[in-house]
């Protein structure tokens, strides 16, 4: 009686240890496979692969949806592997490139303003440059005053650091 349970016990062992040699390659040397292949393929370069029971599972970051798709489509198709789970994320877009500065120009009419403004007041020279009036020349106090009070109500932005006072 007992060589037949021995014997049961014996082919169980052996049916196992056949079926494991069967199961294909480890998860270890899987894994290997994978980064050998990410060293030569650009698309893979920013991505880590972990396998488990055959179960590869993709993290890290990709430049964009197509990446994504062709690493999981890449590694799927490797020896040994069952499943991908791919965990891996995409890139954010760059930032829009920063706008040009606009130098923006005074109409004719405002310029014409700020002219007449100033027709008055002796001893005063107004250039433009972009969106400002830009006054030289030598001055009153009193015709300071009153020449800040026009481009204010202008609305013109002015550099009068070129003002001298009498």
């Known amino acids: 009686m007992k060589l037949p349970k021995f014997f049961a016990a014996a082919v169980l062992v052996a049916a196992i240890s056949f079926s494991a040699c ?3 390659p480890k998860d270890a040397d899987i894994q290997k496979a994978i980064e050998e ?3 030569i393929t650009a698309e893979m370069s920013g991505i880590k692969v972990a396998v488990d029971k055959g179960v590869a599972t993709i993290t890290g970051e990709c430049k964009d949806a197509d990446c994504k798709a062709a690493c999981e489509k890449m590694i799927g198709g490797m020896e040994g592997v069952k499943s ?4 891996a994320t995409i890139a954010p877009p760059p930032p829009p490139p920063a706008p040009a500065s606009v130098t923006t120009m005074l109409d004719a009419a405002t310029m014409q303003k700020v002219k007449d403004g100033l027709k008055d007041i002796k001893g005063i020279i107004v250039d433009f440059a972009g969106d400002k009036a830009v006054l030289s020349g030598t001055i009153s106090k009193a015709d300071r005053m009153k020449i800040m009070q026009m481009l ?3 609305k013109v932005k002015s550099d009068v650091s070129k003002l001298m006072d009498k």
């Open 22 to 24: 069967k199961s294909g």
């Open 152 to 154: 204010s109500a202008a």
């Open 37 to 39: 292949k990410a060293k």
């Open 84 to 87: 991908v789970v791919n965990n």
